[in-house]
């Protein structure tokens, strides 16, 4: 009898399949590392593959046509990038970065709609999945139109911390500028502000939290929303 790979315990969604149901995925995954900045999928491209994290984080933005982008959703370790291609061949209408180094469990989307054909159970995946990023969306616009500069970076810096099990980030002003749709400028102050206050220090490109107790007191309500989210989808 073929042995079944063990499940990848550190992306959620796939260490809460039932063996049976893994057991249809495992002969098609592959585990990579993706690189930070490398880009998954510009809008308008097929969705070739589906991918599962197992750390780090992969940012959705929103591009304008004058080229300008936006962060609408990140993916971590809780969830999955691109599983509508399992119901259906799907082009993608975000851009998918990878917002530092991570690892994957990878499928192909021809691949991945053979095997949900057969399951109703990783159907319902793709379907609730999607209803999570949508949902992630809509907190991520209300955040950007009504709350500071200030209090959306402390939510960002905190979601990053949490998804790299680390203090300690690799990223620029100018990533963290683009990702929240705000001048260089604006970060830079906010990142001084911050600075002073010992709540974090920045240097060569790497962001150290010192004082994640204040980081959150200075972060807006959608860092909690978005957690409640996600452990409600855990609980479900």
Known sequence: MRSIPARPLDNKLLSALPRAQYSLLAPHLATV???????????GDEVDHVYFPHSGMLSLLAVMRDGKAVETAT???????GAMAGLRPHKSFVRV?????????KIASHSFR????????????????NEVLLSQA?????????HSVEARLC?????????????????????LAEMLGVRRTSVTAVAKTLHNQG??????????????????????????????QSAKLQST
């Not at 053979?114 to 999945?129: F, G, H, K, M, P």
């Not at 990053?160 to 990533?175: G, V, W």
């Open 155 to 175: 939510r960002w810096l905190l979601e990053s911390a949490d998804r790299a099990n680390s203090d300690r980030l690799a990223l620029t002003q100018e990533f």
């Open 97 to 105: 970065v990878v917002q530092m180094p991570t690892r994957v469990s």
């Open 114 to 129: 053979t095997v949900v054909a057969t399951s109703e159970q990783l159907r319902n995946l793709c379907i609730e999945y």
């Open 138 to 146: 809509r907190v991520i616009a209300a955040c950007n139109a009504l």
């Open 33 to 43: 590392s993706l690189a930070s900045g490398a880009v998954l999928f510009e809008p």
């Open 199 to 228: 709540v974090l220090d920045y240097s060569h490109g790497v962001i150290h939290i010192l004082d994640r107790h204040k980081l959150e007191q200075t972060s807006c309500e959608c860092y909690q929303t978005l957690l409640d």
């Open 75 to 81: 993916v971590g370790r809780e969830g999955v990038v």
